[in-house]
């Protein structure tokens, strides 16, 4: 049994795009991508504030453009499963 998408299919995702929901078309890029373990923390922009994260995976769509699977948290313990375009996660800076 498989636990993920064939990464020779095209599979079709909503994001958000600055109001509006946004249908883009994907092709799975990077495996299975990052075991929990080793999954990097990252920031997350969505509605204009970064919000803590984790990225699960990098896919690309059919047209080229970049979007990170995350799971992020407005409130710890209430974990959203997102797809959102690249521009909107960076990686956590520790000083």
Known sequence: ?????????????RYWDGGRWT??????????GYPPADRP???????GVWYPGEL?????????SWF???TWSRVSGKPWLDTVPANHVRP????
């Open 56 to 64: 699960r995976m990098w896919t690309q769509a059919i047209e080229g």
């Open 23 to 32: 249908r883009c078309e994907h092709r799975r890029v990077s495996g299975q």
């Open 1 to 13: 049994m498989t636990w993920y998408p064939d990464p020779t299919k095209v599979n079709t995702r």
């Open 92 to 95: 956590v800076t520790r000083t």
């Open 68 to 70: 990170a699977n995350v």
């Open 41 to 47: 923390e990252v920031k997350v922009l969505v509605d």
